[in-house]
């Protein structure tokens, strides 16, 4: 009955900003990691950046390191922020929870409905 939901996507150029959140319900007592993921057209879907709880440790794919942050806005809502995007940043973006923090969508059990992220050259 873990309930996420994704938000703020939309179209930026190249070399721009955006700031994605994920709101998460029935966490706060549990040992948990929040994910984000990302799927292409035709690509399998990749670990982006995720939090762990219980170690309050942050964690970045190396293709996005510099230039995405992730952080705990409040109890509830944990935010990616992307700066310096590029077309290959396009994608769906999806938020994820599990038990296990990692980058392996097989980790994760509870999922977002994802929200579009499209980057302009």
């Known amino acids: 009955e873990v309930q996420l939901q994704a938000s703020g996507g939309g179209l930026v150029q190249a070399g721009g900003f955006l700031r994605l959140s994920c709101a998460a319900s029935g966490l706060i007592f549990d040992e948990y990691a929040i994910g984000w993921f990302r799927q292409a057209p035709g690509k399998e879907r990749e670990g982006v950046s995720w939090f762990v709880s219980s170690e309050d440790s942050t964690y970045y794919a190396d293709f996005v390191k510099g230039r995405f942050t992730i952080s705990k806005a409040n109890v509830n809502t944990v935010s990616l922020q992307m700066s310096s995007l590029k077309p290959e940043d396009t994608a769906v973006y999806y938020c994820?929870?599990?038990?296990?923090?990692?980058?392996?969508?097989?980790?994760?059990?509870?999922w977002g409905q994802g929200t579009q992220v499209t980057v302009s050259s």
């Open positions: 994820a929870r599990g038990i296990q923090g990692s980058g392996d969508r097989r980790d994760y059990n509870s």
